[in-house]
């Protein structure tokens, strides 16, 4: 099936979010084979619907030379054959049949790359236009004379920090750190905020599009990447929690049609780590990332009683400070009952019966 169909049509059919899957990434192990199978892909191609008409819509196609589904996929084949990026610009030039000027055609060269790149590797380089939402990162490909995966490698680069002897116990959940260590989950579909605190560290970006990064294999992302991240939501949410309120919770933050983005439903079943899995060590692109939220875990910072009552990883100085708390308050009472005791008294004397 050839896909000549408007790039805004929607809603997009079964068939061809199959050919687009497969045209996307022809080297899938494991592609989609029946209606069923596409459930996993829905967060995606709510994000590639939303990204695609934006682009095209919301400037009336100004900064895009991408009208059909066809010529996201002719974008993507340069990319995954590693052209340099001012090669890719010449290739989408000779598609103005309208004599447009030179700046006209570089900007929509340009912003055509952009949108392929954050549907194809779900990274943002940049905005295509004004009217677009800026992400925290960007993935600079500034380098006229250089292929997109060494732009990639150059940004995703393992992390040099000594992981020590650290490990990752059950306890570390996003669940825990929202609860325990007050810190906001914000979703995100740039792969570039993964992890990533902002706001004072109050609020934690994390990508989601578990089903995106099982079709990773031989692409343009670094080796290894989109494996360990499918390792970091597994630490994040595990799915064998035997914590049946951060199940409910997960479950709660996946149905949750008031999330700015659609969550990949896939969240719910990612594969447990072994103990071995959960050093430091083990991790290399995200290492520094994760061992700063450690840090931030094993040293909470309570805001409220509530936290206080929640924490109970120290049990020995849980119940220290909650035997002192019920001390200090029976004190109180006990102290205010002889207050008034003794104000009855001295009522009583002066007004005797």
Not at 53 to 68: F, H, L
Not at 287 to 310: G, Y
Request: aromatic fraction near 10%; charge should be neutral.
């Amino acid at each position: 099936m050839a896909l000549n169909f408007n790039a805004v049509e929607t809603p997009i059919t079964s068939e061809q979010k199959h050919e687009l899957i497969r045209k996307l990434w022809p080297r899938l192990q494991e592609p989609p084979l029946s209606d069923e199978d596409l459930h996993g892909w829905q967060a995606y191609f709510q994000h590639y619907s939303e990204e695609v008409r934006s682009a095209i819509v919301s400037d009336g196609g100004k900064n895009t030379t991408v009208r059909m589904y066809e010529d996201v996929i002719k974008i993507a084949s340069y990319l995954e054959q590693r052209l340099a990026k001012h090669i890719i610009k010449k290739e989408l030039f000779l598609l103005d049949t309208q004599n447009r000027s030179s700046a006209e055609r570089e900007r929509m060269a340009e912003g055509s790359i952009k949108l392929v790149v954050r549907l194809l590797y779900m990274v943002d380089i940049g905005p295509v236009s004004l009217n677009y939402i800026p992400s925290l990162t960007y993935v600079p490909w500034t380098k006229e004379n250089c292929d997109f995966g060494t732009v990639f490698s150059q940004h995703f680069q393992k992390s040099k920090e000594d992981a020590g002897k650290v490990k990752f116990d059950s306890k570390f959940s996003a669940y825990s750190l929202e609860r325990l260590a007050g810190i906001e989950i914000v979703w995100t579909n740039n792969l570039a905020d993964h992890l990533r605190l902002v706001e004072d560290d109050t609020k934690l970006c994390i990508f989601h599009q578990t089903t995106f990064l099982k079709s990773q294999d031989g692409t343009a992302l670094p080796e290894g990447l989109a494996e360990e991240t499918l390792r970091t939501l597994a630490l994040l949410f595990p799915s064998r929690s035997k914590d049946r309120d951060a199940q409910k919770w997960l479950q709660a933050k996946v149905s949750d049609k008031k999330n700015s983005v659609r969550l990949d439903s896939d969240l719910l079943n990612t594969t447990s780590l072994r103990l071995l899995d959960r050093k430091a060590e083990k991790f290399e692109y995200w290492r520094s990332e994760l061992l700063t939220l450690k840090e931030i875990f094993d040293e909470p910072r309570p805001t409220s009683i509530r936290r206080l009552w929640h924490d109970r990883r120290n049990k020995i100085q849980w119940a220290t400070f909650w035997v002192a708390i019920t001390i200090l308050g029976l004190t109180i009472f006990f102290g205010l009952v002889q207050s008034i005791e003794g104000a009855l008294q001295v009522e009583k004397a002066y007004h005797p019966v």
